[in-house]
């Protein structure tokens, strides 16, 4: 054989014993590696807890048992679902909590997925499960249902809020006439862009914060047939039986006074109040001619104070409790504020009392209104009714303490609840000696609960110091022209009790009340001899730093 033969020979036979080596160091390799495998998942499959690098929604329950990731995640869903979120537009900003919206989360079968991973029971599936699963983690979603009908209530709540939102044509009665009000257009909240950006970070712990979409939109057509049907009513008499007590309220008859197509006539002017003439018929026997029976008991009160002094604040009031005063309400009847009270004019007597608008205290046509509807709100609650339409002021109020209020304004934001009882209830009101009261009368049920509120201040927002020069002043001089107050956030909660035990605890809302700024106004015109008499200009001072009502009264005497 040549010698360049023997020497190819032997290297194929090195060659071929190199492969053989390798072949068998690679199958003894993938034996340990299949028998630690399945040693690892044997393992596996016999724990209690979950393996590594799992997570539910963010959060890590590796190694934890099933009881424990429960309560970690119990724990953690309780601090964020009460952790405020904001939603801003231009200057406003709203703030509420995930709690409000009833959510639902189905943890029992994100936790028994997380329990699953790597115990299938396939040896290569669990292992490429626990190898991805402690290389990149695995994020188990929780299923998240938001009650929709809270989600809905919350953006038109917030629709009423915004500062140039869309205004719907709205109506009331007054007296005999139909007095329509044309509505204006302006922005809405996109409903589904809401909904996406709030799921998408109401689970973060931080940066909770997101901008309102908004859309421009124009509000719907007048429907004066649609109208009239809901007014129309048949005249109908008062009734009342005994054993067991039963009251059928008195029902006015509304018609049109004219006919059909003169209503619509009317409605192609172009302006911006229509006014369309009603007949009304009185039935003889009304609800008052049933006397106090009708409306046995007293199921809820509230009373608030006002002054006195500030006459035209004191007639709002009034006006306005005597609109809703004697109001009756059937069940499942929703009573709407601004419907009742209607639109508030100087022609229909309301004065110019002080109102916030724009972050300042302004006076505006018939301020002081809120009070009576935030003393009715705390009534409706005592009354155990549900309400279906409440907002809170902008900034603090005087007469009741933060998450207590509720404000309204025409076209826009409207106070609601609904008669949730078996029986009709009654409003009274009245506005005398420095009081306002709202009680509301009906039948106690067999079953009656004790009703309580329970608000917080969970924090203070100081409020910040503007100055603002005025060369019409003297320098050196300041002046008070607005007083600031700190703003706040509440937490407001029903509590329920039945034979003094509780029965429910109920969030009722999460407030934000913006600070108020304080603005002192600095004089910058130069003026000779301006320290020639130095006292008198600080008595001045004093004085303008008083409160207006008691600055008023000195300058009186």
């Not at 003297?474 to 956030?489: D, F, H, M």
């Amino acid at each position: 054989m040549p010698r360049r033969t023997r020497t190819r020979t032997r290297k194929q036979n090195r060659k071929k014993t190199n492969q053989t080596r390798m072949l068998i160091n690679f199958g003894i390799l993938a034996f340990f590696f299949l028998f630690f495998s399945v040693i690892f998942s044997l393992l596996n499959m016999g724990s209690n807890t979950i393996a590594r690098g799992v997570k539910i929604g963010n959060i890590d329950v590796s190694h934890l048992t099933q009881e424990e990731a429960k309560i970690k995640i119990e724990n953690w869903y309780k601090e964020v679902a009460l952790s405020n979120i904001s939603a801003v537009y231009e200057e406003l900003e709203e703030n509420f909590t995930i709690e409000q919206f009833d959510v639902s989360v189905d943890l029992d079968q994100a936790i028994k997925k997380a329990c699953l991973v790597g115990k299938t029971g396939n040896v290569i599936k669990d292992n490429y499960e626990l190898l991805f699963s402690m290389l990149f983690s695995k994020k188990i979603e929780m299923k998240i249902e938001l009650n929709q009908e809270k989600m809905n209530q919350k953006i038109e709540e917030l629709n009423a809020k915004l500062p140039d939102s869309m205004k719907q044509s709205n109506y009331y009665i007054e007296e005999n006439e139909l007095i329509i009000i044309k509505g204006q257009s302006g922005v809405e909240i996109e409903k589904q862009e809401f909904q996406k950006q709030l799921e998408k970070i109401m689970w973060q712990e931080e940066n909770r914060k997101f901008v309102i979409p908004v859309k421009n939109v124009s509000p719907k057509e007048i429907n004066i047939e649609e109208i009239h049907q809901e007014i129309y009513k048949e005249a109908k008499n008062a009734s009342m039986t005994k054993e067991p007590l039963e009251i059928q309220p008195h029902i006015n008859g509304v018609d049109f006074a004219i006919s059909m197509e003169e209503a619509k006539t009317l409605l192609q002017e172009t302006k911006e109040e229509y006014r369309i003439p009603l007949t009304i018929t009185i039935p003889e026997i009304t609800t008052e001619k049933l006397g106090k029976e009708a409306f046995p008991d007293l199921l809820g009160k509230f009373s608030t104070t006002y002054s006195i002094s500030n006459q035209n604040r004191v007639t709002n009031l009034e006006l306005a409790s005597e609109k809703i005063n004697g109001t009756v309400i059937l069940p499942g009847e929703i009573f709407s504020y601004n419907k009742v009270v209607g639109e508030r004019t100087i022609a229909k007597g309301y004065k110019e009392a002080a109102v916030y608008s724009g972050g300042k205290v302004v006076d505006g046509i018939g301020g002081g209104i809120c009070q009576l509807s935030s003393t009715l709100y705390n009534a409706v609650i005592y009354a155990n009714l549900e309400v279906t339409q409440r907002s809170n002021h902008r900034f603090l109020t005087s007469y009741v303490t933060a998450g207590r209020d509720a404000t309204v304004s025409w076209g826009t934001i409207d106070f609601c609840f609904k008669n949730t009882r078996n029986y009709p209830i009654k409003i009274e009101s009245s506005v005398k000696n420095g009081v306002v009261t709202t009680e509301i009368y009906g039948l106690r049920e067999e079953k009656e609960y004790e009703i309580s509120i329970e608000n917080t201040i969970t924090e203070v927002i100081p409020y910040t110091i503007n100055y603002v020069k005025d060369n019409s002043l003297p320098q050196g001089t300041e002046e008070i022209k607005q007083y600031g107050s700190n703003g706040a956030k509440s937490v407001t909660y029903k509590i329920v009790k039945y034979n003094g035990a509780v029965i429910s605890k109920t969030l009722l809302s999460n407030d934000t009340y913006s600070p108020l700024e304080r603005i002192i106004v600095q004089g910058t015109k130069k003026v000779q001899g301006v320290n020639a008499n130095v006292e008198e200009e600080q008595e001045e001072n004093n004085l303008n730093q008083l409160n207006p009502d008691l600055l008023e009264a000195i300058k009186e005497l």
